[in-house]
């Protein structure tokens, strides 16, 4: 027997996945887990063939790699030893308008991020994206002020970013290319699921803004400003989403033009919906609420058809650590993801605000007696679901705040609670206050500075 036999014989008795010899089957959930983000069943393909062989999904999936082969993402090179491959998937996901009707089919090319290496083809990751503060005083002083508003959409955000590492990833399921397949795609600019890809987009859009004139707050770096020759201008951005107000109806077609050089923009008219906020004009101002959302989450976790509350927390009950039966690991899951559904929640519900703060204040170690509380909170948002945020017009601009707090009220460590009008947070004092005036005081330069 030669030396290339037994190496032969060895590779062929290498131990292979399911997934290698062409096995597939879902993931099948036995202890009650929902699966975070499954909001409604969409009817959204699982499998690249069931997506392929659909006249919809496969569209959308065309319309994508043609985006990115415009775009110019990558370049095939020749594989080699010693560099990290990462690989990618297809993403389903139904968009849907504001009354939940069918808006269009997406599909978007995924990198797995996951197996990426820091210092090789990855570093800094951090990007920013603009506070609920800063929309709301934005949004009213642009009601007071009676300018315009308008709601922008970048197509394929992400890829407008540049890289500055070298990434290495295969090439795409399904559109391999036949005349060089064992090749792989050396990313020039970012993709969706890369580590530093929100980093890379933020960069590349704030560069551009900062071209034409517009600055970034010192406050809230998503926030950019313009104002020169009587223009005033402000630029909210949350990843792909964009707000922009503006004082001059002229200038808004000349911004985008010169936006539209560099990115592939969209114009959705005026400010409707955006993050899942639902935007109505009313007399005198604008009402921002999430019933989509709330009926989603009620839906999510089968409380659709529960009983509704008039309060979302009882005036009486404290909540402990202590209190009620640990929740298994399952359930422990699904409490923090529901809590961090009301968390978004509370953007344009400042009512429900004290309450998601008690509930959050038990992540770690969730008990019977806290998920209690959560489905209270629950059954008040299913009484309540239309209920929003109003924004109206008013002559002054002066900024109103109100502040309060309690004094060693924590049933476990006797700590205190300070809150602001518009939001809740615990604050963390370096021993315990001698007053409740005391710690007050505190809470309202926390509230100034705010």
Not at 24 to 40: M, P, S, V
Not at 303 to 332: I, Q, R, V
Request: proline share 3%.
């Amino acid at each position: 027997m030669t030396t290339e036999e037994p190496a032969a014989a060895e590779e062929n008795t290498r131990p292979r996945t399911r997934l290698q010899s062409g096995i597939r089957k879902a993931k099948t959930y036995t202890d009650g887990t929902i699966r975070y983000g499954c909001f409604t069943s969409s009817g959204e393909p699982q499998y690249l063939e069931e997506a392929l062989n659909n006249k919809d999904w496969k569209e959308a999936m065309d319309n994508e790699y043609m985006a990115l082969m415009r775009n110019k993402t990558w370049h095939l090179v020749p594989s080699r030893k010693g560099i990290n491959i990462i690989d990618c998937k297809w993403i389903y996901k139904v968009k849907r308008k504001a009354d939940g009707s069918l808006d269009r089919y997406k599909a978007r090319l995924v990198a797995k991020g996951f197996k990426q290496r820091y210092g090789i083809d990855y570093e800094d990751t951090f990007s920013s994206v603009v506070k609920p503060t800063t929309i709301r005083i934005v949004l009213s002083l642009a009601i007071s002020k009676g300018w315009i508003m308008r709601q922008l959409d970048v197509h394929n955000a992400f890829l407008h970013g540049f890289l500055e590492e070298e990434v290495y990833m295969r090439q795409p399921p399904g559109y391999e290319d036949k005349s060089s397949p064992d090749y792989i795609c050396k990313l020039d600019k970012a993709l969706y699921g890369l580590k530093q890809a929100p980093r890379a987009w933020y960069s590349r859009l704030s560069t551009k803004l900062q071209e034409l004139g517009f600055k970034s707050s010192k406050a809230d770096t998503s926030l950019f400003f313009y104002n020169s020759g009587g223009v005033i201008m402000f630029i909210l951005v949350y990843v792909d989403d964009i707000i922009l107000v503006s004082s001059c109806h002229g200038a808004v077609p000349e911004l985008l033009k010169d936006l539209n050089k560099d990115f592939a923009l969209k114009d959705l008219g005026e400010l409707h919906y955006f993050l899942g906020i639902e935007v109505n004009k009313i007399r005198n101002g604008i009402l921002m609420t999430q019933e989509k959302y709330v009926n989603d989450v009620l839906q999510r976790v089968g409380m659709k058809d529960c009983k509704p509350m008039t309060t979302p927390l009882s005036s009486s009950e404290k909540l402990s650590l202590h209190e009620g039966s640990l929740l298994g690991s399952s359930d422990a899951t699904n409490y923090r993801s529901v809590v961090g559904a009301l968390q978004y929640l509370t953007l344009t519900r400042p009512d429900i605000s004290y309450s998601v703060n008690k509930v959050c204040q038990f992540l770690h170690a969730p008990t019977t007696s806290h998920w209690a509380a959560v489905k209270r909170i629950l059954r008040y948002l299913k009484l309540t679901a239309k209920v929003g945020l109003q924004i109206c017009k008013s002559s002054s601009l002066l900024v109103s705040a109100f502040s309060d707090a309690d004094w060693a009220g924590c049933l476990d460590d006797r700590r205190s609670t300070g809150g602001f009008a518009y939001s809740w947070e615990r604050i963390w004092c370096h021993g315990v206050p001698e007053s409740k005036q005391q710690y007050q005081g505190q809470v309202l330069k926390l509230n100034t500075r705010q």
